[in-house]
């Protein structure tokens, strides 16, 4: 995460000074998307059974009926990265807590000086 974060904000200082803006989003929004599926293949990968993940997703505050409907999913890992459970337990807070800053972020500090 500190890679890609360093990564985020030298690029985002180089790239973002355009007005841009709509572009920032759309892009910040398919980076915390990708992230999230790779928690998900993470989890899979772990045991390679629904167990794993359901856990998983109850540690990070999910109840547990959205847990099991998100856990015995035939979706691919890119699709169930959309779905409400993931995008509960792996929001933008915690994803935020991880390290990850923002695309939108960065480029509201670049123009308006926030």
């Known amino acids: 995460m500190h890679k890609l974060t360093q990564y985020l904000r030298g690029r985002g200082h180089y790239y973002l000074i ?16 990708r992230i999230r599926m790779c928690y998900w293949r993470q989890w899979r990968s772990l045991s390679g059974i629904a167990r794993t993940k359901v856990r998983s ?7 547990e ?7 015995i ?4 890992p890119c699709r ?12 933008n807070d915690y994803l935020a807590s991880q390290g990850l800053v923002s ?8 123009h308006y000086g926030r």
């Open 103 to 110: 695309l939108k972020d960065i480029w509201i500090n670049i």
């Open 57 to 63: 997703l109850m540690k990070l505050g999910v109840s």
């Open 73 to 76: 999913t035939s979706k691919g």
């Open 80 to 91: 169930s990265s959309k779905t409400k459970g993931i995008n509960i337990a792996l929001g």
């Open 18 to 33: 355009a007005n841009a803006y709509q572009l920032t989003v759309d892009l910040d929004h398919w980076i915390r998307r």
């Open 65 to 71: 009926r959205l847990a099991i409907a998100c856990g």
